[in-house]
């Protein structure tokens, strides 16, 4: 070859370059562009179904090592998508979920049970801005105005526990978009809340969607559900009780309702476009019994122990999410609002300081920013001072008042440890966790502290008499009492 074509050849080679190099370096690019989408060329929103469970600790589901229930539709979702080990919420309802819906700690903007500060913006509010068709069904319990729900993002409403409260179980009580609803006698809560959840999904097929399902189950009292024989007689508390009632029922049919929303979602061949995430409200009714990966524990709602702020969390999302994962990474109920904007491809507002943060990448299979500890603000009743105030990582707690827990050994914190006999490993971790504490240190705002009201048992009972044989005893007493003064007069 002359010294002529040789240059030519260069010359050709290095044109090829210019354009061949460029073009793979914008083809990585676009791979990792859209985290949600990697095999698409341009951003797809999904549809979003986010389910609550009412008192269901992780201690319930067959997956993470349960023995006393069965959840095999949770446990199938689990084995094909993403299931957390440790993911923590606050030990009661409304605590968990002002956390869940704004992408804030408790410290900074929980005012008082059965409230949500209507000055807050929930995920509800960011999704629908950004397009999507919004509904929440199943329990609401953060204020009693037909126009609470709406004011929060959402479209569309059925409700229990809104304007008024009433029965969740037979014959209930639910409210749909402004006006009460009439339900048909021996009508199951539960049956209505998933009927509509369903109906919204097929009305809503063809555009992006978020349902966001805080189920009325499997919270007391542990009466029969429509698959026991025993369902006709006499409910809402005066049924059949033993030191659990149904829960097994309970659970079991909470399971199926899961089991219904996603084979409708495959009717409707919207599986591979929704994403669905699955978790507890808190920890089981304190004192629910459950053998639990071949020890017996009992449910500690209310309580701030594992067994009442730990709650399974489970992913979902074919040919999108990791398959059979299995993930130990930290989750706090603040990192939700953060997952499902970053799913919808929504920029959270540069006003709205949250501390949660994405865990998306983990579903998606990624490493992601996983967490080193979880902070926790708790009083349900609200005000200036914690009940507890807490940071812990999956195997030490460090509460305020300096008592440090190793939580995989004492799970129940019966024994706090001492400094003399702290281990090396101990002595980093506690160091650790108080540098943590640091972070969180000052006074709580002035407008949310002065919102507090004293958070009373009723409001939101925490065991329903589990295994409480005085209890029994002493409303049957009052009851008898009642008669003999009846038939007196």
Known sequence: MSSKEMKSCNYLLTLLALVIVPCFVFSQKSKTKNPVNKTSKSFVKPNIVLILIDDFGYENVTANGGESY????????????VRFEECHVQPLCTPTRVELMTGM????????????????????????NAGYTTCVTGKWQLGKSYDNPSHFGFDEYALWHLKSKGSRYKNP??????KPFESPK????????????????????????????????????????????DYLEIQ?????????????????????????????????KLRESTMVLILGDNGTAKGMPARFKGQDVKGGKGTTTEWGTHVPLIGTWPSHFASGKISADLISATDFLPTLCEAAGVKIPADLKIDGRSFLPQLMGEKGSPREWLYSWYNPSGGAIAKAEFVHDANFKLYTDGKFFNVQ?????????????LNSKEKAAKVKLEAALKVFEGPRPDYFVSQAKVFKEDDDPLSDSVGN?????????????KKDKKEKN
């Open 186 to 229: 021996d009508a199951y809560g539960p049956d209505i809340i998933s009927d509509y959840a369903l109906d919204f999904i097929t009305r809503k097929k063809d555009s992006t969607f978020f349902l966001y399902y805080p189920m009325m189950l499997t919270h007391s009292p542990f009466d029969a559900t429509p698959d026991c024989p």
């Open 236 to 268: 809402n508390g005066k049924g059949k009780k033993g030191t659990s009632g149904h829960f097994s029922d309970m659970t079991a049919y909470t399971d199926k309702l899961i089991g219904k929303l996603i084979a409708k979602l495959d009717e409707l």
């Open 469 to 481: 044989d005085k209890v029994d005893k002493k409303k049957n007493k009052d009851k008898k009492d």
């Open 409 to 421: 050994k004492d799970d129940n914190e019966n024994t706090p440890l001492t400094e003399t006999e």
């Open 105 to 128: 700690s408790n410290r900074r903007n929980y005012t008082n049970f059965g409230s949500l500060d209507t000055t807050q913006k929930t995920f509800g509010n960011l999704l629908k």
């Open 70 to 81: 069965k959840t095999p539709i949770m446990d199938q979702l689990a084995a094909k998508g």
């Open 173 to 178: 009580l639910i409210e749909m978009n402004g």
